[in-house]
Protein backbone atom coordinates (compact mmCIF):
# COMPACT_ATOMS: atom_id res chain seq x y z
CA UNK A 1 0.00 0.00 0.00
CA UNK A 2 1.29 3.58 -0.67
CA UNK A 3 1.44 6.22 1.14
CA UNK A 4 0.88 9.37 0.41
CA UNK A 5 3.59 11.73 1.31
CA UNK A 6 2.94 14.77 3.48
CA UNK A 7 2.87 18.26 1.59
CA UNK A 8 4.77 20.25 5.30
CA UNK A 9 5.15 23.39 3.20
CA UNK A 10 1.44 24.05 2.78
CA UNK A 11 0.12 23.19 6.38
CA UNK A 12 -0.72 25.26 9.47
CA UNK A 13 1.55 25.53 12.30
CA UNK A 14 -0.94 23.93 14.41
CA UNK A 15 -1.16 20.84 12.22
CA UNK A 16 2.85 20.86 11.72
CA UNK A 17 2.95 20.73 15.56
CA UNK A 18 0.26 17.88 15.35
CA UNK A 19 2.41 15.69 13.48
CA UNK A 20 5.52 16.66 14.86
CA UNK A 21 3.67 15.33 18.21
CA UNK A 22 2.91 11.87 16.31
CA UNK A 23 6.24 11.61 15.63
CA UNK A 24 6.96 13.47 12.20
CA UNK A 25 10.09 14.74 12.41
CA UNK A 26 9.81 16.29 9.14
CA UNK A 27 7.20 18.59 10.46
CA UNK A 28 9.29 20.10 13.12
CA UNK A 29 12.05 20.48 10.55
CA UNK A 30 9.24 22.66 8.59
CA UNK A 31 8.45 24.73 12.08
CA UNK A 32 11.80 25.30 12.63
CA UNK A 33 12.54 26.38 8.74
CA UNK A 34 9.65 28.94 9.68
CA UNK A 35 9.89 30.24 12.45
CA UNK A 36 14.05 30.18 13.12
CA UNK A 37 15.34 33.12 11.62
CA UNK A 38 12.18 35.41 12.87
CA UNK A 39 12.98 34.37 16.14
CA UNK A 40 16.77 35.16 15.72
CA UNK A 41 15.89 38.43 14.27
CA UNK A 42 13.41 39.30 17.40
CA UNK A 43 15.71 38.27 20.32
CA UNK A 44 18.67 40.14 18.68
CA UNK A 45 16.91 43.21 18.09
CA UNK A 46 16.28 43.09 22.29
CA UNK A 47 19.93 42.11 22.72
CA UNK A 48 22.03 43.54 19.97
CA UNK A 49 24.48 40.65 20.35
CA UNK A 50 24.07 37.85 17.78
CA UNK A 51 26.16 35.30 19.02
CA UNK A 52 24.18 35.66 22.71
CA UNK A 53 20.65 35.41 20.20
CA UNK A 54 21.97 32.24 18.08
CA UNK A 55 22.22 30.87 21.72
CA UNK A 56 19.08 31.54 23.10
CA UNK A 57 16.60 30.74 20.12
CA UNK A 58 18.78 27.63 19.85
CA UNK A 59 17.83 26.29 23.56
CA UNK A 60 14.28 27.46 23.02
CA UNK A 61 14.07 25.34 20.13
CA UNK A 62 15.51 22.03 22.22
CA UNK A 63 13.22 23.19 24.92
CA UNK A 64 10.30 23.52 22.66
CA UNK A 65 11.25 19.95 21.13
CA UNK A 66 11.30 18.53 25.07
CA UNK A 67 7.99 19.90 25.45
CA UNK A 68 6.19 19.38 22.49
CA UNK A 69 3.50 17.36 24.00
CA UNK A 70 2.69 19.61 26.74
CA UNK A 71 1.72 22.40 24.35
CA UNK A 72 -1.81 23.01 24.76
CA UNK A 73 -4.20 22.29 21.10
CA UNK A 74 -4.90 25.94 20.17
CA UNK A 75 -2.13 27.71 21.04
CA UNK A 76 -0.10 29.65 18.66
CA UNK A 77 2.87 28.47 17.89
CA UNK A 78 5.03 31.10 16.85
CA UNK A 79 3.28 33.21 20.53
CA UNK A 80 4.64 30.13 22.15
CA UNK A 81 7.83 29.91 20.90
CA UNK A 82 8.35 33.52 22.02
CA UNK A 83 7.21 33.25 25.21
CA UNK A 84 9.99 30.40 25.48
CA UNK A 85 12.95 32.34 24.26
CA UNK A 86 12.00 35.39 26.52
CA UNK A 87 12.02 32.96 29.52
CA UNK A 88 15.34 31.80 28.08
CA UNK A 89 16.63 35.20 27.80
CA UNK A 90 15.61 36.64 31.10
CA UNK A 91 17.46 32.64 32.73
CA UNK A 92 20.14 34.30 31.05
CA UNK A 93 20.42 37.86 32.20
CA UNK A 94 19.82 36.76 35.16
CA UNK A 95 23.08 34.64 35.19
CA UNK A 96 24.37 37.92 34.08
CA UNK A 97 23.84 39.89 36.64
CA UNK A 98 24.29 37.50 39.39
CA UNK A 99 20.64 38.56 40.79
CA UNK A 100 18.00 36.10 41.00
CA UNK A 101 15.51 38.84 41.76
CA UNK A 102 15.75 40.22 38.65
CA UNK A 103 12.71 41.42 37.03
CA UNK A 104 12.32 42.00 33.20
CA UNK A 105 9.01 44.06 34.14
CA UNK A 106 11.06 46.79 35.22
CA UNK A 107 14.41 46.43 32.93
CA UNK A 108 14.19 46.96 29.69
CA UNK A 109 16.48 45.89 26.28
CA UNK A 110 18.46 49.08 26.08
CA UNK A 111 19.23 48.54 29.61
CA UNK A 112 20.29 45.15 29.24
CA UNK A 113 21.92 45.71 26.14
CA UNK A 114 24.46 48.28 27.91
CA UNK A 115 25.29 46.18 30.72
CA UNK A 116 26.07 43.17 28.54
CA UNK A 117 28.39 44.55 25.83
CA UNK A 118 29.01 48.45 26.73
CA UNK A 119 27.76 49.40 23.14
CA UNK A 120 25.02 48.81 21.08
CA UNK A 121 24.88 47.60 17.63
CA UNK A 122 23.96 50.96 15.39
CA UNK A 123 22.45 49.00 12.44
CA UNK A 124 19.67 47.69 14.74
CA UNK A 125 18.88 51.14 16.12
CA UNK A 126 17.98 52.69 12.26
CA UNK A 127 14.99 51.60 13.38
CA UNK A 128 13.05 53.86 15.04
CA UNK A 129 10.31 51.25 15.90
CA UNK A 130 12.61 48.48 17.55
CA UNK A 131 14.54 51.48 18.98
CA UNK A 132 11.74 52.82 21.16
CA UNK A 133 10.70 48.87 21.80
CA UNK A 134 14.14 48.36 23.26
CA UNK A 135 13.20 51.41 25.78
CA UNK A 136 10.18 49.01 27.42
CA UNK A 137 10.93 46.91 29.69
CA UNK A 138 11.59 43.40 28.89
CA UNK A 139 8.17 41.94 29.92
CA UNK A 140 5.87 45.13 28.08
CA UNK A 141 8.14 44.66 25.11
CA UNK A 142 7.44 41.36 24.33
CA UNK A 143 3.60 41.77 25.55
CA UNK A 144 3.11 44.44 22.91
CA UNK A 145 5.03 42.17 20.19
CA UNK A 146 2.30 39.56 20.71
CA UNK A 147 -0.29 41.78 21.09
CA UNK A 148 0.34 44.08 17.69
CA UNK A 149 2.17 41.28 15.39
CA UNK A 150 1.58 38.28 16.68
CA UNK A 151 -2.20 39.07 16.94
CA UNK A 152 -3.11 37.37 20.12
CA UNK A 153 -5.50 38.45 22.71
CA UNK A 154 -5.17 39.27 26.24
CA UNK A 155 -6.12 36.44 27.56
CA UNK A 156 -3.71 34.17 25.45
CA UNK A 157 -0.71 36.32 26.50
CA UNK A 158 -1.92 36.07 29.79
CA UNK A 159 -2.15 32.04 29.22
CA UNK A 160 1.62 32.04 27.53
CA UNK A 161 2.97 34.15 29.83
CA UNK A 162 1.64 32.40 33.06
CA UNK A 163 0.68 35.97 34.73
CA UNK A 164 -3.26 37.31 35.16
CA UNK A 165 -5.06 38.80 32.63
CA UNK A 166 -4.91 42.36 34.83
CA UNK A 167 -1.00 42.47 34.75
CA UNK A 168 -1.32 41.98 30.94
CA UNK A 169 -4.00 44.42 30.43
CA UNK A 170 -1.45 46.92 32.56
CA UNK A 171 1.59 46.47 30.51
CA UNK A 172 -0.24 47.39 27.59
CA UNK A 173 -1.71 50.29 28.98
CA UNK A 174 1.79 51.29 30.55
CA UNK A 175 3.29 50.89 27.15
CA UNK A 176 1.31 52.42 25.34
CA UNK A 177 1.77 55.19 27.19
CA UNK A 178 5.41 55.01 27.49
CA UNK A 179 5.46 54.64 23.28
CA UNK A 180 3.02 57.83 23.17
CA UNK A 181 6.00 59.85 24.95
CA UNK A 182 8.86 58.19 23.22
CA UNK A 183 7.09 58.89 19.77
CA UNK A 184 6.80 62.78 20.76
CA UNK A 185 10.46 62.89 21.29
CA UNK A 186 11.15 61.36 18.13
CA UNK A 187 9.20 63.41 15.75
CA UNK A 188 10.77 66.42 17.52
CA UNK A 189 14.74 64.71 17.05
CA UNK A 190 15.67 66.85 13.50
CA UNK A 191 17.74 63.39 13.08
CA UNK A 192 15.06 60.87 13.02
CA UNK A 193 13.95 59.77 9.61
CA UNK A 194 10.55 60.95 8.44
CA UNK A 195 9.63 57.44 6.58
CA UNK A 196 11.15 56.07 10.36
CA UNK A 197 8.77 57.94 12.44
CA UNK A 198 5.74 57.06 9.67
CA UNK A 199 6.52 53.87 10.20
CA UNK A 200 6.45 53.97 14.02
CA UNK A 201 3.68 56.54 14.17
CA UNK A 202 1.62 53.47 12.12
CA UNK A 203 2.43 50.74 14.17
CA UNK A 204 1.81 52.79 16.97
CA UNK A 205 -1.91 53.67 15.93
CA UNK A 206 -2.60 49.75 15.60
CA UNK A 207 -1.69 49.48 19.15
CA UNK A 208 -3.81 52.60 20.13
CA UNK A 209 -6.93 51.40 18.27
CA UNK A 210 -6.22 47.38 19.61
CA UNK A 211 -6.03 48.80 23.45
CA UNK A 212 -8.92 50.90 22.89
CA UNK A 213 -11.02 47.52 22.47
CA UNK A 214 -9.16 46.19 25.50
CA UNK A 215 -10.35 49.23 27.25
CA UNK A 216 -13.79 48.51 26.45
CA UNK A 217 -14.06 44.87 28.23
CA UNK A 218 -14.92 45.23 31.89
CA UNK A 219 -12.58 45.59 34.19
CA UNK A 220 -10.71 42.48 35.94
CA UNK A 221 -8.60 42.36 39.29
CA UNK A 222 -5.83 40.41 39.81
CA UNK A 223 -6.17 36.86 40.12
CA UNK A 224 -4.36 34.72 42.65
Not at 14 to 35: F, Q, T, V, Y
Not at 92 to 100: A, C, E, G, N, S
Not at 189 to 195: I, T, V
Request: proline letters at 4%; aromatic letters at 6%; charged letters at 30%.
Amino acid sequence: MTTTPVDHASRSDAELLSLWCDGDGAAGNELARRHYKPLYLAVRRKIGDSGLAEDIVHQAFLLVMKQRDKIREGTKFRGYLHCIAHRQLCDRLRQIYRDPEFDPDLLSAAAATGSLSGAVDLRIDTKLLYRALRELPLDHQLTLELYVWEDLTAVQIAELMDVTLARVRHRIREGKERLELLIAGYRADPRAGAGETAELVAWFDQLRDRARRLQDLPPIGDRP
